[in-house]
């Protein structure tokens, strides 16, 4: 990544943890519901959807914030969503977990642990189908790995050459679980090469490995139309839904993600090799929660749906 | 007018919805090998066989429907339906709703049910009242191959998710079949027979009992209304309360189990609307609570017949 690239990288990364933190603090206010962040993550968010062109269409999940704001997603509508307003991306219907913003192109979120999985391979096949160069992004956690559909998703993505780049976020949690309770696999990758696809392990904290590795990977899928799974290695350093005490969590295993945020480590190179001064970087930060002051504004002032809208868009 | 089974009225509705619209696509399990024509017609990227997988079979019809195509999927047996469910009531049941109207799902799933071939409850199971309680969804059940065919062209031009299911005792039961385009609209009932003295609602294999049990009362002087509904959502109001305020009297008849089935809520619905009308208490004939048997007289004895059709629409009119 150049400089420049590697800095607008910084500012999405903020941007996404500034939007976070303040929906934690709106929700601690009793001003927004509870949220499922992906504090963290970011680099993870932004390595892999800055990789993608605008025909590409993401399939996401409960953690979709990252994926929604590196996308582009308005902060303002976003938060009516969160708010359950009518100037939400999905007029208020969705709340936070399965926010779709289908004029960005991300599509049927679903907040059903794999449902994102057993979508992405209808979506695909219609891109292979009526044609268009775009490919198909399905992230999913290291949670949805161990549901049946991971299995059955990558098994048909494969065998009918279907152009999706799968994404396992890997942050070590399954809710209240934490993932080596669950399995003895260190990584997803195996199970897809057991199935005949291509895959890759990257670490998701580092915001240019994710990319330079989620580039080589869409580069690979739009060549050969064939399906790749990327895992990202993160952690998430928030709870699963806001309120979490995190009273579960192993406090050194925290402290030594802590000390890998992503954030903070691409800051601290960015400063360190002189692309980016401290005044630079905080005025980047300063800029971040000036929009989210308006965000907040806007969803704020965004009406609540009306009582017809209760029974509105069930059919088509 | 030519004869064909309910199968061949399936097969015929798809090659006909299929050349009308290039994006109507079948998967399934088999499909490709059982319906082979229309893999000739239509080639291979139409007519997919599938790995053995119902939700993902399910996943990608709905994320298909979303994004352009209008799949229909075969899912075999409607118990098999249980591996799908997330995919067909979580996803193209709801995702339109939830996301404010974005996407759209028109997609069909079909399924066989009902007793006929002996084959036990993993596979005989009427649990269509499932789809029916679950909101985004449309549920068609067809009683003969003519409305076989045409209510499948409709489920494949709609917008929505339709849950398609077939009545397995009537899968090789001929019947006159309408040449060209008869699309027989959703959401509208079938008055198969009209009376005065009593209303004889059904789908699928027991609207037969209805229509022979109506035969019967008609010998003894009693005229009964047969209905078929033939769509069980959207459900056809105005027919089953028009009849109901003429006759007075009421028989629902299903093979499905009763409680909660799709007899409770046109019980219920004449209770609101039309209760001044009834002369008599709502009779519901229906399935026991029970898995299917597959022992040929247990198998029978689970579905209600037209005897027990007869009796119970005289007792209504006779007052007893
Ligand atoms: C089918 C299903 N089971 C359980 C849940 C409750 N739940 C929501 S998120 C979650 C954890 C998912 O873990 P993972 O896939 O690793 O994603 P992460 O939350 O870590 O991003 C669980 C158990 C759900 N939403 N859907
Ligand atoms: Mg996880």
Redesign the interface.
Known sequence: MTSDTLIQALERMVLIRAYEDTLVGLHGQGRAAGTCTSVGQEASAVGVVSALSSED?ILTNHRSAGHLLARGADPGRLMAEVMGKRD???????GSL?I???EIGV????T?VG?E???????????A??GGEGIVVCFFGDGAACE??FH??L??AA??NLPILYVCENNQWQAFVHRKETTLADSVVPQAAALGMDGKSVDGNDVEAVQAAAAEAVAAVRRTRKPFLLETRTYRLRGHFEPDDQSYVDPSELEQWRGRDPIAVLRARLERDGLLSMGEADAIEARARGIMESAVAFAEASPYPGAEDLT????? | MPTMTVTDAVSAALAEEMRRDPTVLLMGEGVATKRLPLVEEFGAPRVRNTPLAEGIIAGTAAGAAATGLRPVIDLLFAPFLTYAMDEIVNSAGKLRYISGGQFAFPMVVLAQTGAGWGVGAQHNHNNEAWFVHSPGLKVVMPSNPADAKGLLKAAIRDDNPVLFFTDIGLAYADGPVPDGDAVVPLGKAAVLREGADVTLVSYAKTVHGCVQAAARLAEAGIEAEVIDLRTLKPLDEDTILRSVRKTGRLVVVHEASRMCGVGAEIAALVAEKAFGSLRAPVVRLTGPDAPAPASYPLEQAFVPQAEAIESAARGLVEGR
């Open positions: 269409l939400g991306y999905c007029k208020g219907k969705s399965h779709a913003a289908k599509v049927l979120t679903s059903i449902g999985l057993a979508l992405a391979t209808g979506v695909a096949l219609s891109r189908t009526l049946g559909r059955e998703s098994n048909l065998l009918w509105r868009d069930v059919y088509a």
